[in-house]
């Protein structure tokens, strides 16, 4: 009888850095999208599928005394593999809901506390890329662009003492639903959301320029369209901007997504505008983007950078206007799976479906190199 493993008990292995070893058995190319960190691959899908034995399995050595979990898009095949590793006398686990599943595991890093106090924790869903952050400034917190369960962050924010009074989204995301509205409703925090023409639900909107107060930190809204119109980014005391998904550690944000070739084209124009506003900072400036486009370890180091650092990790951001548009709007990468679904739902502002994990399967792919 094969045991399964749920994610959280994964993560838990993970976060704590406990020997086990990840084997994924999806096609090579699943797996190269996106991974757990620090998996191991074997070509088995197609043998496994077939009901065959797998060569892949068969020619891997693994320690006897250290578990194996099995991966796959779903968790039905990873069965079939686990079956194959556990008759070899390995100790074996498949992990439950595969892939799909693991899109909601999660991990943390928290960022060297600000002169005045300010504390960043960087919450970051590893199986999806999303990046969300919870910041606090004497007991005041407030979060940006939440992706996971409410209770994510409410739990957090309780363990150190923190009441959370706003909750903020950068845009209208296209490859994972909001949770910032539930938050902000279990919380009793505002919700803020960029002033825009397309939301129907009840939100604070704000503005360009617009500040908030949180304890003796300010954060200021700072207009960045082109990934979306109503893009903003969030500059915490001239230092620290949350970029959401207009400029990323060496990409910018795709102007394509829901657009027409015309419309890709003004909003690539708009994000160059935007992304020179945002090079005039202090090249020490850190950048702590919305997404990334690689799993996420279980190491606890944040993911930014300075701004110098993504200036040059980024060619696109020397090129003048005209290249700059024509080299984003050629590139057509694959859409987020399910986006028209997910950009209407956080457009509405509604309760979350049930089918989180079917909904926001696969990886984001909100940036273009």
């Not at 924790?121 to 199986?127: A, S, W």
């Not at 996971?148 to 150190?160: H, I, K, S």
Request: aromatic share 6%; net charge negative; proline share 6%.
């Amino acid at each position: 009888m094969i045991q399964t493993i749920d994610v959280t008990t994964l993560q838990t292995w993970l976060s704590q850095g406990r020997a086990v070893t990840v084997l994924d058995v999806r096609p090579e190319a699943d797996w190269q999208e996106w991974q757990i960190p620090q998996s191991v691959h074997a070509e088995a899908y197609y043998d496994l599928k077939a009901s065959q034995l797998a060569p892949a399995l068969q020619q891997l050595k693994f320690p006897l005394d250290q578990p194996i979990v099995t991966v796959c898009g779903m968790g039905k095949m990873s069965l079939v593999a686990a079956e194959q590793l556990q008759a070899q006398g390995y100790q074996v686990y498949s992990l439950a809901g595969g892939m799909q599943a693991w899109s909601l595991a999660w991990n943390i890093a928290q960022l060297p506390t600000l002169a005045n106090g300010t504390e960043i924790i960087q919450i970051r869903r590893t199986g999806k890329g999303c990046l969300s952050y919870l910041i606090a400034s004497q007991g005041q917190a407030m979060v940006i662009d939440a992706s996971l369960d409410p209770t994510v962050y409410l739990q957090l924010a309780q363990e150190r003492g923190w009441q959370i009074q706003a909750v903020l989204d950068t845009h209208i995301h296209a490859d994972h639903l909001s949770r910032s509205r539930q938050l902000a409703e279990l919380s009793g925090a505002t919700f803020y959301l960029p002033a825009n023409q397309r939301s129907s639900g009840t939100y604070q909107p704000i503005s360009a320029n617009m500040q908030i107060q949180l304890g003796v930190a300010t954060i200021q809204a700072l207009a960045t369209p082109g990934h979306t119109w109503e893009s903003m980014s969030y500059l915490l005391d001239g230092s620290h901007l949350f970029s959401g998904d207009t400029l990323f550690l060496a990409a910018v944000g795709r102007p394509d997504l829901e657009a027409q070739a015309a419309e890709a084209q003004q909003r690539a124009s708009a994000l160059y505008q935007s992304l020179q506003t945002i090079l005039t900072f202090d090249p020490a400036s850190i950048i702590l983007p919305g997404h990334t486009s690689k799993p996420v370890a279980f190491d606890g180091q944040p993911i930014m950078a300075s701004l110098a650092e993504v200036q040059a990790a980024t060619p696109r951001l020397a090129q003048p206007e005209t290249e700059f548009v024509a080299g984003l709007t050629a590139v057509r990468p694959a859409t987020p799976p399910n986006h028209q679904t997910i950009v209407q739902l956080n457009q509405a502002g509604a309760g979350l479906p049930a089918d989180l994990i079917t909904l926001e399967a696969g990886a984001n792919r909100c940036a273009i190199a």
